[in-house]
């Protein structure tokens, strides 16, 4: 995918950056495995947040909104998933432009769920008449490979779902916020586990917390700055153990800490659902509920820790019809 972005000319990076903002920055931001390891291990179920001792921190909308860089998002459209989705083959036709007969031999059974290989899909990248559909269909590519990496190599059924409402200007973060925080909760609750949230995205928003470098902050205002784009080019050590890492997190102080990212433009933040102190995020496969309080910190504001009677039942998941 690095490979196909790189030979694309600047106007068509720019219909894509208009479409889908920031996400192929992603594609360069190296996980580092041994310090994901050890941040999965401090994240809190129960509220929903990293707890490195004293210090609790959690991704937030809005951090997750500014990362994204996208013109097209409408932080008020949300996604839910329909009662009645329309058939895998008609929403690839629709994303795709191609015909039903090329969108059905080309759809595969894996497990209980059906999918479309990374190949067909890149076949079409390289190939379309249509340059916006080789723009969405690398878009669709990267959703499916990058941020929601469920099935390896191939881009789920789920994800064209939730893809076909983003070109209504729907958001994409809650739906990121909601699968990396409930595969961080079943990572945890197994021991071990696959992470099928967007790793590179949850790695640059913990080392933003970190960035304790000399930084200009009139950058954030200007129209054409990239927070991911930075985060790329700062060269990191990729040698430290995961047991350094562990002992790093475990010692953490609050002066440490960044607080406010230091790309933030401070502006309205989400933190109450009405009357509630919690939020529910609506994911591609089920949905998890999130803790606006405890992000308050992160805003110049003093942190709550909300009640947390009978949250253990809130999380469900997306199964069989209805």
């Known amino acids: 995918m ?6 694309w000319d600047d106007e068509v990076k720019q219909l894509f950056y208009c479409h889908y903002g920031d996400l192929p920055y992603l594609l360069d931001v190296k996980v580092d495995e041994h310090l994901f390891r050890a941040l999965a291990q ?6 929903s947040c990293f707890t490195f ?18 013109p097209k998002i409408q932080v008020d459209r949300i996604y839910a998933r329909p009662a009645n989705v329309p058939a895998f083959s008609k929403k690839l036709m629709n994303i795709t ?37 080789r723009v969405d269909v690398f878009a669709l590519s990267i959703y499916g490979l990058v941020i929601f ?13 939730f893809f076909d409402r983003l070109g209504k200007g729907t958001t994409a973060v809650p739906v990121i916020l909601a699968e990396t925080f409930r595969s961080l909760n079943a990572c945890r609750r197994a021991g071990e586990g696959r992470f099928i949230g967007c790793a ?16 200009v902050s009139y950058r954030i205002f200007s129209e054409n700055y990239s927070p991911l784009k930075e985060l790329v080019a700062t060269p990191r050590r990729d040698d430290v153990t995961e047991e350094n890492w562990m002992t790093v997190l475990q010692n953490l102080q609050e002066e ?14 989400l933190y109450r659902c009405g009357d509630f102190d919690w939020v529910p995020l609506l994911g591609v496969w089920g949905a998890v509920e999130y803790a606006l309080l405890l992000a308050l910190r992160q805003y110049r504001s003093r942190q709550f ?7 253990a039942q809130c999380e469900f998941m997306f199964t069989g019809n209805n």
Request: aromatic share 14%; hydrophobic share 40%; net charge negative.
């Open 256 to 269: 440490d800490v960044e607080w406010r990212a230091p790309w933030m433009v401070p502006d309205e933040i």
């Open 53 to 70: 001792g004293k210090v609790d921190l959690v991704p937030t909308m809005e951090e997750y909104t500014t990362l994204f860089h996208c």
């Open 305 to 311: 820790t909300p009640p947390t009677y009978g949250l």
């Open 97 to 133: 432009g191609m015909s039903e007969q090329w969108v059905t031999t080309r759809i595969k059974q894996k497990g209980d769920y059906k999918c479309i290989p990374w190949r067909n899909l890149m076949d079409l990248v390289l190939a379309h008449p249509d340059v916006k559909k």
């Open 149 to 161: 990496p469920k099935a390896l190599g191939h881009v789920d059924e789920a994800v064209a779902d």
């Open 2 to 7: 690095k490979e196909i972005w790189g030979q």
């Open 42 to 47: 401090y994240w809190n179920s129960t509220y």
């Open 200 to 215: 590179q995205l949850l790695l640059s928003w913990f080392h933003s917390h970190f960035w304790k470098v000399e930084k």
